[in-house]
């Protein structure tokens, strides 16, 4: 694949797409002050709010993973294959910052969305829009989860079965194939 850098460059950008981008925009900068004000502190344990319940298990079996604790309850909740807990677990301990999670949960957003733009024609605008004003997806592009990684493994499998791309399948079935405990 060939790309010239100088027709990125001069494409037309049509007022639709950048009010899109300065929505898109305004919704980001949003989220992370949603984030430093309230998700953070509460997965810090600076508060007694608890915005992302299952994100302050996830990071705590990452801390015990990480201290060499053998703390037998995260021993045992990690036993099983395949297991719903890896996944997020994996992220907390590879990434150990809050932000960079929310940085990671935001690139695994928009690569799920361009995967399905590639495979699929929707309109963009609209897709976004109404998966931005859940409040789930919110508070899964701000802490560590599942929900986000499933919606990439979902749309990796889409993207595979409609331009037939096997590489892709294999990893949507190896990040998909969990099973809940």
């Known amino acids: 694949m060939n790309v010239d850098p100088f027709s990125i460059l001069t494409k037309r950008i049509s007022f639709r797409s950048l009010g899109l981008l300065a929505l898109l925009a305004a919704y980001i900068a949003f989220s992370l002050f949603l984030f430093f004000q309230w998700v953070n502190p509460s997965l810090d344990g600076q508060t007694d709010q608890r915005i992302a319940a299952d994100s302050t298990i996830y990071i705590y079996f990452a801390d015990s993973i990480r201290e060499g604790q053998d703390n037998p309850y995260v021993l045992a ?11 997020p677990v994996l992220l ?19 690569a799920a969305f ?8 929707f309109s963009a605008g609209a897709f976004i829009g109404l ?11 701000l802490s560590v989860n599942k929900e986000i990684i499933d919606m990439l493994a979902i749309s990796m499998f889409l993207y595979s079965r ?14 998909g194939s969990r099973k809940s405990i």
């Open 92 to 110: 907390a301990l590879v990434l150990k910052s809050n932000f960079a999670i929310v940085v990671a949960d935001y690139v695994m957003f928009f």
């Open 131 to 141: 998966l931005l004003l859940n409040p789930t997806t919110t508070i899964s592009l």
């Open 162 to 175: 409609r331009t037939h791309r096997s590489g892709v399948l294999f990893a949507s079935l190896i990040a």
């Open 114 to 121: 361009l995967l399905l733009k590639k495979g699929f024609s």
């Open 77 to 87: 909740a990690l036993y099983t294959f395949p297991n719903t807990l890896w996944a």
